[in-house]
């Protein structure tokens, strides 16, 4: 697999388009002055953790005796609960956070943009031809940076979108990401039976 090709494949799984809503909806009751330093520490943390998934993450799961099955169902039932939360939200924000409170790691940096398709993938990159670390990390890089310039100019699509746009779009997302969370389990399931 090209590096170019690798990167465009970690970029769909990432989904930065597919985020906006998520992460906008995430920070709605963050204090203004704080979203964009919150915004680039969750990134930053994606980052790494997509770094150390890349060049430790099947020695990770080896010494925890986990399988990338168990990574793909316990991702995709959290997916599924912030997928229903945006359909049906309550008083307080999709995560479960109260208003104002900051996100640190979850739901964010992960498994929103290191989640567990991403992990997996990047694993399989680096189990499938480990002499190519370094095109393996540039994909990454790559891909992480095209998703952070996305997210960082998030406040141009959401005045484009405005308050009602954006909740119409967090709903379809919701939905979607119910979807995605559940061809997730079905994968980990799947992935399971035929070990």
Do not use: C
């Amino acid at each position: 697999m090209e590096t170019i090709t690798a990167a465009v494949m970690l970029l769909f799984i990432m989904d930065p388009l597919g985020n906006l809503p998520i992460f906008s909806s995430v920070l709605r009751h963050v204090a203004p002055s704080r979203r964009r330093f919150i915004l680039i520490r969750e990134l930053l943390i994606a980052l790494l953790i997509m770094l150390v998934f890349l060049y430790a993450g099947e020695a990770f799961l080896n010494f925890l005796n986990l399988s990338s099955q168990a990574v793909s169902i316990s991702g995709a039932i959290i997916l599924f609960i912030i997928g229903l939360r945006m359909i049906f939200p309550d008083k307080g924000s999709v995560t479960g956070l109260d208003a104002g409170e900051e996100p640190l790691i979850v739901p964010l940096a992960v498994p929103l943009l290191a989640g567990p398709s991403v992990l997996a993938t990047l694993i399989l990159l680096a189990h499938q031809d480990p002499n190519r670390m370094v095109d393996w990390t540039l994909a990454t890089v790559g891909a992480w940076a095209i998703t952070a310039a996305t997210l960082m100019l998030s406040g141009v699509f959401l005045r484009v979108l405005g308050e009602r746009g954006l909740k119409a779009i967090e709903r379809l997302m919701g939905m979607i990401l119910l979807m995605l969370s559940v061809q997730m389990f079905l994968d980990g399931i799947a992935g399971l039976i035929g070990n």
